[in-house]
């Protein structure tokens, strides 16, 4: 009895995870032009219209652009902040770690209405470099964090053997730090850019009006209807997340990184 009582309640349990994904899914293939469950017909042009539909298509490449650059500037500045902080255990650079993760501990409306009275009081509005710095800034605790237990890994050892034996200073980051670090700060990164390329609040109150990415586009495409493109990208964004945690899981310390102690 109580076996089959566990059973039932795993497979409600995995019927409750995996029914949006299943359900979007198969609405995402609907022939016809709503949204429909179960699908009426089977169709593909939902996922070409993305790349068909100039507005779609626009929409994508404004939010990969977006991922990609706020990515990138968020993993360079912790970069230097992370490694200052552990190998020189220097003051100010807690402060500024302590600082890099206090954003992403705010609730982003807040964020969001605090960049855009910035960028509305300096003069500069609606152009894209403002989502993307303040999308660096909101998951810069990210890498910081990753980064970090990249560079708690590493055994003190290893680095006072390469220096017994003449390694200089740059020889050791490059050969002994960088190689074991730069796992965990690649999975900063994808983190930052799949966040990134989700994230709608900040990116409608910064640059919403000028700039529409995929998730602005879809809430805006709602106004006038549902349509099956909507389905197709959620399966896409789907398919990117799952790309990205397997490549994280593949080539650096997942575990670790979610909080796993050794």
Known sequence: ????????????????????????????????????????????????????????????????????????????????????????????????????????ILPPVIM????????????????????????????????????SLGLESIDKALIEAAQTMGASGWTVFRTVIVPIAAPFALAGFAFCFVLSLNEYIIALMTVGFTVETLPVKIFNALRYGYTPVIASIAVLFLLVNITVFSLIARFSNLARILGAMD
């Not at 609907?30 to 929409?59: H, M, T």
């Not at 605090?114 to 999308?135: K, Q």
């Open 112 to 147: 969001a209405l605090a960049f855009l009275l910035f960028f509305s009081s300096v003069g500069v509005n609606g152009l894209m470099a403002n989502v993307i710095i303040a999308h660096a800034i909101f998951l810069l605790a990210l890498p910081l964090v990753t980064i």
């Open 1 to 104: 009895m109580i076996t089959a009582l566990r059973r039932i309640y795993m497979a409600l349990f995995a019927l409750y995870l995996i029914g949006p994904i299943i359900v979007i899914t198969a609405v995402s293939f609907n022939a016809q032009k709503f949204l429909a469950f179960p699908p009426r017909g089977f169709s593909l042009r939902w996922y070409a219209a993305i790349f068909v539909e100039a507005d779609w298509f626009a929409a994508l490449m404004n939010s990969l652009t977006i991922a990609l650059a706020s990515a990138l500037l968020s993993t360079a500045i912790a970069v230097p902040v992370a490694y200052a902080a552990w190998r020189y255990g220097l003051r100010y650079a807690r402060a500024l770690f302590a600082l890099g993760i206090a954003p992403f």
